[in-house]
């Protein structure tokens, strides 16, 4: 069993910035991806982007390359979430999740944290 605990949500106004923290409670040789996702009020689930533990390859929907930045540190067991240059439309819900070695699902997620950007 693997807990994450998100933090680092909060309100900012379009063009600012946010960092999101996710910490797991399993070292990270026993998960495979990190992942960050958000959800929109009356919106489905949407895949933000994930940072592989191995090999260190990180991806990003469209809508925020070039915005936000997924980072890890191994030692901490913890990945963040830099978000720059927010928009409205970036308010979400969002959520981390663990997808263990050995798997190709996220079998893991965290509580969520809310990010309102307003305009």
């Known amino acids: 069993q693997v807990q994450l605990v998100e933090s680092g949500g909060g309100l900012v106004q379009a063009g600012g910035s946010l960092r999101l923290s996710c910490g797991a409670s399993?070292?990270?040789?026993?998960?495979?991806?990190m992942g960050w996702f958000r959800q929109a009020p009356g919106k489905e689930r949407e895949f933000v982007g994930a940072l592989r533990w191995r090999g260190g390859s990180i991806s990003y929907i469209d809508s925020v390359k070039g915005r936000f930045t997924i980072s890890g540190d191994a030692a901490k067991n913890t990945v963040y979430l830099q978000m720059n240059s927010l928009k409205p439309e970036d308010t979400a819900v969002y959520y981390c999740?663990?997808?263990?070695?050995?798997?190709?699902?996220?079998?893991?997620w965290g509580q969520g944290t809310q990010v309102t950007v307003s305009s």
């Open positions: 999740a663990a997808q263990p070695v050995g798997r190709s699902v996220y079998d893991y």
């Open positions: 399993a070292p990270t040789f026993s998960i495979n991806v």
